[in-house]
């Protein structure tokens, strides 16, 4: 049987199991026939290796004799459109070999007569390795097919089944590795036993492998080692509220998945696009605001890294590649660009999301230095952070659309818009509008009166010109086709309301409150389903324009009318910044994986991680969940959670407080870490209200209104708010 259910999948009358995942480890318990056996699986910190700790508990009353069995598949290449397209060449670069306690996989093996830092076709000898510490390897098997035997399967392969797994290795065959070991456990006994899997030289196998003589000691030592660091990162920030579905999305899960993105972006997925040739710009522009509150300095790395793959125009570099080297990299602009990467043009909104993702930075740390500190561009020259971000407002207004909107180029956020080259998007329009605000307020810190003169200027046009040209009387439209059309109008037979122009109109600061509250109510009214708020309504089916390339899913799926999460964090955002506490709650709740759990077999995705959408009420599926974990709904959740639903908003000059609740939470308690100071902030709500600061109390004294200057804060700080 199996350390977990599957493989084998015994009948569950007689097998018992339970899996926790916790914090960069996973455990799974199962009982079966007096054997209690815990499986943990782990990465150690900053190793590059997995450990696979097997604890077997004998808990009857009589002795047993066990065989352990640890298997791993290797691949035959390490890029895996290689190895499972590239038969003819993958295949025949392989072998393995056995050693004292280890299967060793050589890849061009053929080549180990050459010295280290010799190669031949940019070739060396690469190996992995499977091995065994805490027990004497009883049989081995390196090769996929002996392992599992003629007509057999994972369920029952013919190695366990026979209790010798046939000391058999491969040679040009599908490589694997799998070790036994035997052990005999009195009534009360346990053993553990440690399986690694990692890459490295033999010689570096045999070491790792030593470390763990005492596999129980070793691996209590390294489990509690990543839990001290993800309790570090955590307690940074943390809430107490009334709803337990949003303390552990924000306290732990949210969290957790906003590091994944921030750590991947897109990059490597066997869900998301395989593997990729580089990183998206918005989507890791983006996912750097999720964790901007929890590790600030790895942020500003980021946010470095970033800026320097600003081409020197202003624009963004659509796919950042893996082997970004600032200053000297080819762009759109060039043939050799576009063959290598595929992305044949500049992204509307790309350099636009460094002005929130800048702004939360320097508001979370008071880094106001950082605006002056060079940063190369990724093409040429050199220049300040304040100049790369005017070189971004810049862009923009070179490339108008002929209603002097920014053009919509290759496309915005939404892939599946093509406005077209001339077209012009409502969304980038408001985000440049948003882009204005945090320009010239970084204008008036840094003294540039003359920038800041000049922004507000073009602020002001942008603003007139949104208002005349996207208002539709209850919402704003989508934008403008390259030949004129108006998309996303109201009297449209498809696609005549969108989210994303109705949030961003509110998180701008463009739309009016008269504006915002009917904007928001056509999408409470319309958009709103019990699993979140649909992208657009109507799908797209007969009346597409020719950019709507939306129109090639089914309807009620991802941009064609689904629920795509990442929009769901905007709009909680824009019901927060207008005081609809009950609003913002509601529509956190319809897409928290935590409030799944009593319809797991609807929404499918795990219920801890976010997924990239939700099929809408068009499918025939609705509230199913898709594309999880590397999605940038995870920092938009948070942003939208932590700065809208709790209020908690840093600017340049400190902290301001404006909670949107449900009008049930009578109290909540935040700690939070903000500038080197601690903040121990409870809110009190004993009218039972959603928004709106009665008083504000900071270490005893009375503030006005709500916002706490930075140069009152101690060290520990008491924040007293009531609604």
Not at 73 to 91: A, G, K, P, R
Request: aromatic share 10%; charged share 25%; proline share 4%.
């Amino acid at each position: 049987w199996s350390a977990s259910w599957q493989p084998v999948g015994k009948e569950l009358t007689d097998y018992r199991s339970k899996c926790r995942h916790g914090l960069s480890y996973t455990r799974i318990q199962s009982d079966y026939r007096g054997i209690r056996s815990e499986a943990l699986y782990y990465v150690p910190m900053g190793k590059r290796y997995e450990v696979w700790s097997l604890s077997v508990l004998n808990r009857s009353k009589e002795t047993k004799t066990l065989t352990l069995t640890g298997y791993a598949e290797f691949t035959n290449h390490s890029n895996y459109e290689q190895d499972q397209v590239n038969l003819q060449y993958s295949l025949f670069i392989g072998r393995t070999l056995f050693e004292q306690n280890r299967i060793v996989q050589q890849i061009h093996g053929n080549l180990d007569a050459l010295p280290e830092d010799k190669q031949v076709d940019e070739k060396n000898v690469t190996e992995r390795f499977f091995g065994l510490a805490g027990a004497d390897v009883s049989s081995y098997c390196g090769d996929k097919e002996q392992f599992l035997g003629k007509y057999r399967g994972y369920g029952n392969p013919q190695g366990v089944a026979s209790g010798d797994l046939g000391n058999v290795l491969s040679y040009n065959e599908n490589s694997c590795g799998a070790l036994s070991c035997s052990v005999t456990l009195a009534p009360g006994e346990e053993k553990t036993v440690a399986f690694v899997l990692g890459a490295g030289t033999s010689c570096e196998a045999a070491h790792i492998l030593s470390s763990y003589g005492e596999p129980k000691k070793q691996t209590d030592k390294e489990l509690s080692c990543l839990a001290a660091d993800w309790e570090k990162k955590l307690s940074r920030f943390q809430v107490n509220t009334p709803s337990t579905e949003f303390n552990t999305m924000l306290n732990t899960w949210n969290a957790y998945n906003c590091f994944m993105t921030f750590i991947w972006s897109r990059a490597a997925s066997f869900i998301y696009c395989g593997l990729r040739n580089g990183y998206g710009y918005r989507d890791t522009v983006q996912d750097i605001q999720g964790i901007i509150h929890l590790a600030p300095e790895m942020a500003k790395e980021k946010i470095r890294f970033m800026l320097s793959a600003q081409v020197s125009n202003g624009g963004g570099l659509p796919l950042v590649k893996f082997t970004h080297c600032p200053g000297h990299e080819d762009t759109p602009d060039d043939p050799s660009y576009r063959q290598e990467t595929g992305h044949p043009a500049y992204r509307a909104d790309d350099a636009l999301w460094l002005f929130p993702t800048v702004y939360k930075y320097i508001a979370e740390t008071g880094d106001i230095a950082f605006l002056d500190e060079p940063i190369p561009f990724a093409d040429k020259e050199e220049g300040s952070v304040y100049e790369h971000l005017k070189r971004a407002i810049r862009f923009s207004l070179e490339r108008l659309g002929p209603h002097g909107l920014p053009a919509g180029l290759h496309a915005d956020w939404n892939d599946c818009l093509r406005l077209g080259a001339k077209g012009e998007s409502s969304f980038v329009a408001m985000q440049f509008y948003y882009a204005l605000s945090i320009q010239k307020e970084f204008a008036g810190c840094r003294g540039n009166m003359d920038d800041k003169a000049y922004f507000e200027e073009k602020q002001k046009e942008a603003g007139q010109l949104i208002q005349k040209l996207c208002w539709d009387g209850d919402r704003f439209i989508r934008g403008y086709a390259e030949n004129g059309e108006r998309i996303g109008a109201a009297a449209d037979p498809e696609a005549n309301l969108w989210l994303n122009p109705q949030s961003w109109a509110v998180i701008s600061g463009l739309a009016s409150p008269r504006q915002a509250d009917a904007a928001l109510s056509q999408v409470y009214e319309r958009l709103n389903t019990e699993y979140g708020v649909l992208l657009m309504d109507p799908p797209y089916h007969s009346h597409a324009f020719d950019g709507a390339l939306a129109v090639i899913y089914n309807q009620g799926t991802k941009e064609n009318a689904g629920i795509f999460s990442q929009s769901q964090g905007w709009v909680i955002l824009a019901e927060s910044l207008m005081g609809h506490g009950e609003r913002a709650f509601a529509y956190f709740m319809e897409n928290a994986p935590s409030a799944q759990n009593d319809r797991a077999e609807i929404r499918r995705l795990e219920p801890y991680c976010y997924g990239q959408f939700t099929e809408g009420r068009a499918s025939k599926h609705p509230g199913r969940s898709h594309v999880h974990w590397l999605t940038g709904t995870a920092s938009t959740m948070m942003v939208g959670c932590v700065e809208g639903i709790l209020g908690i908003r840093p600017d340049l000059t400190g902290i301001t407080l404006e909670p949107s609740i449900p009008k049930s939470w009578e109290s909540l308690e935040i700690q939070k870490d903000f500038r080197g100071k601690r903040l121990h902030i409870t809110i009190q709500n004993p009218d039972k209200r959603e928004s709106g600061v009665k008083t504000l109390i900071l270490n005893g004294r009375e503030l006005e209104g709500s916002h706490i200057p930075a140069s009152l804060l101690l060290e520990e700080n008491e924040i007293i708010l009531t609604l």
